[in-house]
């Protein structure tokens, strides 16, 4: 199945200048669905994972899924505030802006092998911080997987250290 068929492009969101990718459509499709837990789980085929860690919000929608499927525990990624226990805290720039992300501080233990996940890899600032929590955790990243790249952003770059995979690029 043709995954972009399912990816809407909207123009100036939020802001100006952002071509943003809506994953709803395919979100609302549940064959869509499916077949892109199938493509995401073939990317990171034949390897143990002990944890998918998925960024707040959108990476939420696989991630889970692709926990389940993977037999893997789930670890969310969350903005600031948002995590009720001790975090680690860790600050980026946005294609739009300037945030942080948290991550409870038990999430992950010294030594386990984690699959990171989000829908759109854009400029990497966001993926890049993931990785900075968990790898300050101890946590192995195995693979950074992500819906979509906007390859023009080249945010492959800041996560030149790690194994990166997308199922479609743009
Ligand atoms: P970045 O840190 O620039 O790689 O941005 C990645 C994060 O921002 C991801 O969590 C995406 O959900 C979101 N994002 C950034 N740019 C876009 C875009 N053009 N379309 C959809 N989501 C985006």
Redesign the pocket.
């Known amino acids: 199945m043709n995954l972009s068929e399912y990816i809407r492009n909207?123009e100036d969101?939020p802001k100006a200048g952002?071509?943003?990718?809506?994953?709803t459509p395919l979100l609302a499709n549940s064959a869509a669905m499916e077949s892109c837990l199938q493509q995401l789980t073939a990317l990171i085929a034949g390897q143990k994972i002990d944890k998918v860690a998925a960024?707040?919000?959108?990476?939420f929608f696989f991630g889970t899924l692709l926990a389940q499927k993977l037999n893997a525990g789930f670890v969310p990624i969350r903005k600031p505030g948002k995590l009720p226990y001790n975090t680690l805290k860790e600050p980026?720039?946005?294609?739009?802006g300037m945030d942080a992300l948290e991550i409870h501080e038990d999430a992950i233990k010294k030594g386990e092998r984690v699959l990171l996940h989000?829908?759109?890899?854009?400029?990497?600032?966001?993926?890049?911080?993931a990785c900075n929590l968990i790898e300050q955790l101890g946590g192995e990243i195995v693979q950074c997987n992500f819906l979509l790249e906007?390859e023009f952003?080249n945010?492959i770059k800041?996560l030149r250290a790690h194994s990166v995979q997308s199922l479609l690029k743009y």
């Open positions: 909207i969101f952002v071509h943003f990718k809506d994953i960024i707040e919000s959108r990476g980026y720039l946005l294609e739009y989000d829908d759109v890899l854009a400029t990497g600032g966001t993926a890049r911080a906007l952003l945010g800041k």
